[in-house]
């Protein structure tokens, strides 16, 4: 039906029609390249997971107004910036970084929720910081 670049060119998006059920789907092509390595805090070397990095932001969203396309306009954004940097291996901290980057732009609330969860917040103080510091850069 329908056929179009996505903003950063990284994916064709495609409407496609079920010809006996009628239905339509949207599928996403996204061009092969070199497989990125995630390496742990322990040292552990992990292939990157686009799919896991869905569902961190999913989490992170969950029960919020957040749409499905803004979350995948930032997974998108995520992983254009990794392969930009033609590297093979990049840390988790770097991936958790710019996580925390879109969320900090998405949701604030999945913000602070990631951040707990990344930064393993111990206290009540350490949410308040976090809080003090989105209403400062407001």
Do not use: W
């Not at 496609?16 to 390249?33: G, I």
């Not at 995630?38 to 992990?46: Q, T």
Request: with cysteine.
């Amino acid at each position: 039906m329908d056929s179009r670049e996505t903003t950063d060119l990284a994916e064709t998006r495609r409407r496609r029609e079920c010809l006996d059920c009628n239905k339509r789907f949207t599928t996403y092509e996204r061009m092969d390249s070199v497989d990125l390595a995630v390496i742990k805090k322990d040292g552990r070397r992990e292939a990157f997971d686009r799919e896991k990095l869905m569902r961190g932001f999913f989490k992170a969203c969950e029960k919020r107004p957040v749409a499905r396309e803004k979350i995948e306009s930032c997974v998108a954004a995520i992983e254009g910036q990794l392969r930009k940097t033609d590297r093979a291996e990049i840390s988790s901290r770097k991936v958790g970084e710019l996580v925390m980057g879109q969320l900090k732009k998405l949701d604030h609330v999945a913000y602070v929720r990631f951040a707990s969860v990344y930064r393993s917040f111990r206290d009540i103080a350490q949410f308040e910081k976090e809080i003090k510091l989105l209403k400062q850069n407001k």
